[in-house]
């Protein structure tokens, strides 16, 4: 799961949110100077990674996109399940996603101070391009899938994602259909 479906999942609690959001901006030695409900937060987003990486419908996910995305296949299929959640997000959360994506960038400001600098510099790119709000439409995924490509290490094919995403959503949007109340369900449990 990308930004998106880590605030969404995040009980509408303004620490846990913050938590969820910067995880893979902290070290575990560094938790301590967290409160509480951020480290939560933190612990909640590990908990997400993995129960969604283990699970058997984001593997089906997985070993389609592997021949053309190989190594990079989870992050394509993580930016794409956001995309899924954003284009119904009133039916998965009962939230507007204009008015989350707007809620979520005060939050950040809100909480700036306690921000890794790499969280920071992210979230700024984040309100400024509304990647939230943009997941929703095929320019907003191929922006983000475009800035993970142009942002890697390695040769990839990320930016032609959407291609394959045209050719088989009904077997990707069918897969995420199944696989997101169970996750809402274990965090849910998890909480």
Do not use: C
């Not at 954003?86 to 400001?109: C, H, I, M, P, V």
């Amino acid at each position: 799961m990308n930004f998106l479906a880590h605030l969404a999942l995040s009980d509408n609690d303004p620490e846990l949110m913050i938590g969820n959001s910067i995880a893979d901006f902290t070290r575990r030695k560094f938790y301590d100077q967290y409160s509480e409900g951020i480290r939560k937060g933190i612990e909640l987003h590990h908990f997400i990674d993995e129960f969604t990486d283990s699970h058997a419908i984001v593997g089906e996910m997985l070993e389609a996109w592997r021949p053309a995305q190989g190594k990079y296949a989870g992050v394509v299929n993580d930016i794409v399940m956001d995309h899924f959640l954003a284009r119904s997000f009133n039916s998965w959360t009962g939230e507007n996603l204009e008015a989350f994506a707007q809620k979520s960038y005060d939050l950040f400001r809100d909480y700036w101070s306690v921000l890794p600098e790499r969280a920071q510099h992210t979230f700024t790119y984040m309100e400024r391009g509304n990647w939230l709000k943009n997941y929703q439409h095929r320019h907003g995924l191929e922006s983000s899938l475009n800035g993970m490509s142009r942002r890697a290490q390695n040769e990839n094919r990320m930016a032609h994602a959407v291609v394959q995403l045209d050719r088989q959503e009904d077997f990707f949007k069918e897969r995420f259909e199944n696989f997101f109340p169970e996750l809402q369900k274990a965090v849910q449990d998890q909480l």
